[in-house]
């Protein structure tokens, strides 16, 4: 285990809010707080943020979701825990997450745009970038997984 470089959240506090700010947007968008996190969740599996990770699967438990759906996210294309909605949103996160090593987003479009219209689109894709500023954040500084977390987190 690691310890933190720098407590970011005491640092540079316009940048910081903007970034809360961001992210209670994307929470509050017609996508559903639901998806949101499901979709965060695996794009922090993907890059690795144990903070990110933690958070949203704490979230999601507290909106009800199933432990068993929730262990299946990394595995989503096999589980049978997800609709068509929310593999298409999956798969899009996790090709925009790719980006610009590898980029699958013309595969993943076409069913992308039949689940969701064109400002959800955008809805997803700025949750998306919002959770790959917080990993790449919390991954550079080294930001511990919290033992007790705050309220609120």
């Given at each position: 285990m690691t310890t933190a470089r720098l407590n970011f959240f005491q640092l540079a506090p316009a940048n910081?809010?903007?970034?809360?700010?961001?992210?209670?947007?994307?929470?509050?968008?017609?996508?559903?707080?639901r998806l949101v996190e499901l979709v965060q969740l695996r794009v922090s599996q993907i890059n690795g943020c144990g903070v990110c990770i933690d958070m949203h699967w704490r979230d999601l438990v507290k909106q009800g979701a199933e432990p068993r759906h929730l262990n299946a996210v990394a595995g989503w294309r096999e589980a049978p825990f997800f609709d068509a909605r929310e593999r298409a949103a999956l798969a899009w996160a996790e090709a925009v997450n790719a980006?610009?090593?590898?980029d699958d987003t013309d595969?993943?479009?076409?069913?992308?745009?039949?689940?969701?219209?064109e400002n959800e689109i955008a809805e997803l894709s700025y949750?998306?970038?919002a959770i790959r500023g917080w990993n790449v954040i919390n991954l550079s500084l080294r930001n511990q997984i919290p033992q007790n977390p705050p309220p609120g987190f």
């Open positions: 910081l809010k903007a970034m809360i700010n961001l992210s209670g947007t994307v929470k509050q968008s017609s996508l559903g707080a980006l610009p090593q590898r595969a993943v479009y076409p069913a992308l745009r039949e689940q969701f219209g949750a998306i970038a």
